[in-house]
């Protein structure tokens, strides 16, 4: 099991920027593919975007690509969620998680995940 915590959601002007980042404990982390969802309420949780353990593959939904950059640094255990030209749309409870079947494919559904951290809050004004 991977322990996540979320840090760096606020308020935010439409057009601007926030750098979300989620710091791991547990010494599964370098291995662990690693995601970024979020969740309004009353809408299921949906993915925007996911890593794999080395980096070198990543994955987004059309409605953050271009906008959204997911990255990791494994010597810090912390995976990082760099969102640009926000959008009113885009306010959201941000949630990270860890992959957790163990597989060499990208998880990209929120049943891949098994470890999630608490959440944080990305309100972005019009």
């Known amino acids: 099991q991977v322990q996540l915590v979320e840090s760096g959601g606020g308020l935010v002007q439409a057009g601007g920027s926030l750098r979300l980042s989620c710091a791991a404990s547990?010494?599964?982390?370098?291995?662990?593919?690693m995601g970024w969802f979020r969740q309004t309420p009353g809408k299921e949780r949906e993915i925007v975007a996911a890593i794999s353990w080395s980096g070198r593959r990543t994955y987004y939904p059309d409605s953050v690509k271009g906008r959204f950059t997911i990255s990791r640094d494994n010597a810090k255990n912390t995976v990082y969620l760099q969102m640009n030209s926000l959008k009113p749309e885009d306010t959201a409870v941000y949630y990270c998680?860890?992959?957790?079947?163990?597989?060499?494919?990208?998880?990209?559904?929120?049943?891949?995940?098994?470890?999630w951290g608490q959440g944080t809050q990305v309100t972005v004004s019009s």
């Open positions: 547990g010494r599964t982390f370098s291995m662990s593919h």
């Open positions: 998680a860890a992959d957790g079947r163990g597989s060499v494919a990208l998880p990209l559904i929120r049943n891949d995940f098994g470890s």
